[in-house]
């Protein structure tokens, strides 16, 4: 169910939300209705989300977060050890889970 970052081909730029210090807005799997189908070990992974639009991404900001623009998408496949440690391991893009 899920694609490996390594064999991700991500977009040109991409958007993040984030809440007002900065910080990574995560969510776990579970609270992802198309994602219902998985099992309980996974829906219970940590997630960030990726947008390829701004206003999609404005949707889902409130008003203590924000949307960042990440012009360079090879960021996440950098900071991936980085991103494990901090217990994320899935990134949520469009149609797709992605395993760190």
Same mark, same amino acid.
């Given at each position: 169910?899920?694609?490996?970052? $390594?064999?991700?081909? &991500?977009?040109?730029?991409?958007?993040?939300?984030?809440?007002?210090?900065?910080?990574?807005?995560?969510?776990? =799997?579970?609270?992802?209705p198309d994602w219902q189908f998985l $099992?309980?070990?996974?829906?219970?992974?940590?997630?960030?989300? =990726?947008?390829?639009?701004?206003? =999609?991404?404005?949707? &889902?900001? $409130?008003?203590?977060?924000?949307?960042?623009?990440?012009?360079?998408?090879?960021?996440?496949?950098?900071?991936?050890?980085?991103l494990i440690s901090k217990g994320i391991s899935r990134i949520v893009?469009?149609?797709?889970?992605?395993? =760190?």
């Amino acid at each position: 169910t899920s694609v490996p970052i $390594s064999e991700m081909d &991500f977009p040109k730029t991409v958007y993040l939300i984030v809440d007002d210090e900065i910080e990574l807005q995560t969510k776990l =799997l579970k609270d992802y209705p198309d994602w219902q189908f998985l $099992s309980q070990k996974e829906l219970s992974r940590t997630t960030i989300q =990726l947008f390829f639009d701004i206003k =999609l991404a404005k949707r &889902f900001c $409130s008003k203590e977060q924000k949307v960042i623009k990440v012009p360079n998408t090879n960021v996440f496949k950098i900071a991936a050890p980085v991103l494990i440690s901090k217990g994320i391991s899935r990134i949520v893009f469009a149609e797709n889970l992605i395993a =760190l």
